[in-house]
């Protein structure tokens, strides 16, 4: 079994969760473009299952592309429903998935600050 550094783990979610919620906010802001298809990121649990594939990175400031870390993908999640406006945008799903995100970062953010807080306690004389 390999150990896993959980903050290393973390900041690749934060990462991910904000690469997400920009995918996530691009949709909204298309949902009324005709011809339009939604997009998301591929599930956290690919990433961390496929953790030692590396990133083939053109430029080392592109976001989430650091060499060594997992890589992140947009997918297109356009679904056979097409909308009066012309595109697949559902608001509904949309918005469902922006508070999903912010969830995520609350949590996120609870274990990395309970960590930290435990490491400071071992710390101190």
Same mark, same amino acid.
């Given at each position: 079994?390999?150990?896993?550094? #959980?903050?290393? @783990? &973390?900041?690749?979610?934060?990462?991910? @969760?904000? #690469?997400?919620?920009? +995918?996530? /906010?691009?949709?909204?802001?298309?949902?009324? &473009?005709?011809?339009?298809? $939604?997009?998301?990121?591929? $599930? *956290?649990?690919?990433?961390? /299952?496929?953790?030692?594939?590396?990133? !083939? &990175? +053109? /430029?080392?400031? =592109? *976001? !989430? +592309?650091?060499? !060594?870390?997992?890589? %992140?993908?947009?997918?297109?999640? !356009?679904?056979?429903?097409?909308? &009066?406006?012309?595109?697949?945008?559902?608001?509904?799903?949309? #918005?469902?998935?922006?508070?999903?995100?912010?969830?995520?970062?609350?949590?996120?953010?609870?274990?990395?600050?309970?960590? =930290?807080?435990?490491? @400071? %306690?071992? /710390?101190?004389?």
């Amino acid at each position: 079994m390999e150990a896993v550094n #959980l903050f290393q @783990l &973390a900041t690749t979610q934060a990462k991910w @969760l904000s #690469l997400r919620q920009t +995918t996530v /906010a691009n949709n909204i802001a298309n949902a009324h &473009a005709p011809a339009y298809r $939604p997009m998301d990121v591929e $599930p *956290f649990e690919a990433i961390v /299952a496929n953790r030692s594939v590396s990133i !083939g &990175a +053109t /430029a080392a400031s =592109h *976001f !989430g +592309t650091q060499p !060594g870390e997992p890589s %992140m993908r947009i997918v297109d999640t !356009g679904g056979p429903d097409v909308s &009066a406006s012309g595109n697949r945008v559902s608001m509904e799903q949309e #918005l469902v998935k922006s508070s999903e995100i912010r969830h995520a970062f609350e949590i996120n953010t609870a274990i990395v600050s309970s960590f =930290h807080r435990m490491i @400071l %306690m071992t /710390a101190k004389p």
